[in-house]
């Protein structure tokens, strides 16, 4: 028999559960740090033209009931918050959810799908789309 098996099982074991422990250390740490420093880089889209008119009733709310990309189906009052339905979406986001003149301070920017929405929507947005929200935002949230 050999007397060294068993040994190296034990050491084999060991091994193992050093890689899970690191595992399990590195998952902690990208947690941490997704939670106090997410960032929003240029993949938050191309800036849109200054000149550009964007408008909350045509340009934005629209977007939180796309076909496909419906928010509403969660985001309607009784299963998520904030309630982003057409004609309560404003009062829902301003100010609870919305910083005029700071997206990134903006919780509703900070959390859009295609940012780090809190769990998967099924879909995200286009940089694009998220663009148009970044720029209403900044440009002070107007309900117009
Ligand atoms: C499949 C369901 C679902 C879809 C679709 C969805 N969300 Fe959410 N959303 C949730 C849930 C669940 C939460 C977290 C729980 C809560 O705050 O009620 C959440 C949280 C959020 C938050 C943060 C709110 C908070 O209080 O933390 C924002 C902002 C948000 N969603 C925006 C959107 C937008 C914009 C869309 C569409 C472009 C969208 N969501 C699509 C389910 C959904």
New binding site residues.
Partial sequence: MNVGEPYNKIKKMKRQFQLLVVAALGLWNFSCYYDQDVEFPEASGPEIPPDEEISFQTDIEP??SQSG???T???NGS????D?RVGSAYGEIVPD?VVPGDAEGS??FQ???GNA???D???V?SSNEIALIRAWIDRGAENN
């Fill in positions: 977007l939180f990309k419906d928010c189906v969660c985001h299963v998520a918050n904030p982003l959810y919780e509703l959390k859009l799908p929405h809190p769990i929507a099924g879909f947005l």
